[in-house]
T-cell receptor
Framework: NAGVTQTPKFQVLKTGQSMTLQCAQD?????MSWYRQDPGMGLRLIHYSVGAGITDQGEVPNGYNVSRSTTEDFPLRLLSAAPSQTSVYFC??????????????FGDGTRLSIL | GENVEQHPSTLSVQEGDSAVIKCTYSDSASNYFPWYKQELGKGPQLIIDIRSNVGEKKDQRIAVTLNKTAKHFSLHITETQPEDSAVYFCAVYSRNDYKLSFGAGTTVTVRA
């Protein structure tokens, strides 16, 4: 049981490039989410999904896209990377419960630098 | 969205002493209050949580207290050990927007 797996662990991009951060979980959790972590600001919700085919915006969605074609996978896409998107990105999953009020299982993050 | 304030931002304690971290929130519809521990290079890990129908919860050396009237909750770590050194985050779940909002984090250092 691997839990939540994020790839890659590190990535450096140039401004304007695109990329996809991968997230996979093997716990059959319905709820999955993406956060970004910046110094002094805690974790901020980017997008979340309550099941395959259903996604919604979080607190800071601009510049990011998501899709959920399977229960297991929830990729995060940066369409045109900007320096302001330099951050550590965490994916989390949990049983559905009340749409997020269940213990979240986090991956170990992707450290992304935009030059 | 929910406004979560966490204090202090850094906390240094002597091994064996207690550590207390406090969080306040603004939305009275909030009903779930987890605490996460994050070690260097890792993702946050849940250490304890409490729901709005409970005032206090304890798990070995860790306890959380909730005051719904005052809209604040606290994490208490007793008999601190070096392995307790980490960043701790509080979080608040609101039924109004179905989202979990995090505090800014507290860096705890336990001195041997």
């Amino acid at each position: 049981n691997a839990g939540v797996t994020q790839t890659p662990k590190f990535q450096v991009l140039k401004t304007g490039q695109s990329m996809t951060l991968q997230c996979a979980q093997d716990m059959n959790h319905e709820y999955m989410s993406w956060y970004r972590q910046d110094p002094g600001m805690g974790l901020r919700l980017i997008h979340y999904s309550v099941g395959a085919g259903i996604t919604d915006q979080g607190e800071v969605p601009n510049g990011y896209n998501v899709s959920r074609s399977t229960t297991e996978d929830f990729p995060l896409r940066l369409l045109s990377a900007a320096p302001s998107q330099t951050s550590v990105y965490f994916c989390a999953s949990s049983p559905l419960g009340g749409f997020g009020n269940q213990p979240q299982h986090f991956g170990d993050g992707t450290r992304l630098s935009i030059l | 969205g929910e406004n979560v304030e966490q204090h202090p931002s850094t906390l240094s304690v002597q091994e064996g002493d207690s550590a207390v971290i406090k969080c306040t929130y603004s939305d009275s519809a909030s009903n779930y209050f987890p605490w996460y521990k994050q070690e260097l290079g890792k993702g946050p890990q849940l250490i304890i949580d409490i729901r709005s129908n409970v005032g206090e919860k304890k798990d070995q050396r860790i306890a959380v207290t909730l005051n719904k009237t005052a809209k604040h909750f606290s994490l208490h770590i007793t008999e601190t050990q070096p392995e307790d050194s980490a960043v701790y985050f509080c979080a608040v779940y609101s039924r109004n927007d179905y989202k979990l909002s995090f505090g800014a984090g507290t860096t705890v250092t336990v001195r041997a």
